[in-house]
């Protein structure tokens, strides 16, 4: 397991990623506006790989004019479907969104007990998925591999289910 190697892509190009946000915004007849901007500015900026919608909501706590709830959801899916995030379901109500700009695939390890999330690459588990596929006769375009259980740390704290 590489984990080392997936981080936040550390030189993501901000002026590209605005530029290709603007002209998605453009092709829906939006704009891209001062709150638009600096949502994306904030996801930049946060230390945090995989963020829900409420950690990108406290990131403007204490900024006045402040940014809506409902502008910061707005945004988000607008960014995902403009590519720029990947959105994943972790868990009934446990949405979670990641940059998808400069990042290699990887694939997840979510403990049900803290909601760490660890990332990991496997290129043997990639040829086997391409494989079962490819056997039943199906194009794949993109998978999400999910594995939900205890992280290190829980289990080491007892925890086991
Ligand atoms: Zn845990
Ligand atoms: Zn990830």
């Not at 909501?57 to 940014?67: A, E, I, K, L, S």
């Amino acid at each position: 397991m590489a984990r080392s190697s997936i981080r936040k892509a550390p030189n993501v190009d901000i002026d590209g990623l605005l530029t290709k946000f603007e002209s998605f915004l453009q092709k829906k007849s939006l704009k891209l506006t001062t709150q638009r901007r600096q949502i994306l500015e904030k996801i930049l900026e946060m230390d945090k790989t995989h963020f829900t919608a409420d950690d990108l909501v406290d990131q403007f706590r204490n900024q006045r004019p402040r940014v809506s709830k409902a502008t910061v959801y707005r945004s988000l899916s607008v960014m995902v479907e403009a590519n720029i995030l990947e959105e994943h379901q972790f868990g009934d109500s446990y949405k979670v969104y990641e940059l998808s700009e400069g990042r290699p695939h990887h694939d997840h390890l979510i403990c049900t007990s803290c909601g760490k999330i660890l990332e990991f690459f496997n290129a043997d588990m990639e040829k086997l998925q391409d494989k079962v596929a490819s056997s039943n006769g199906f194009h794949p375009t993109h998978h999400s591999q999910k594995i939900f259980g205890i992280c290190a740390a829980c289990w080491g704290n007892g925890v086991r289910s």
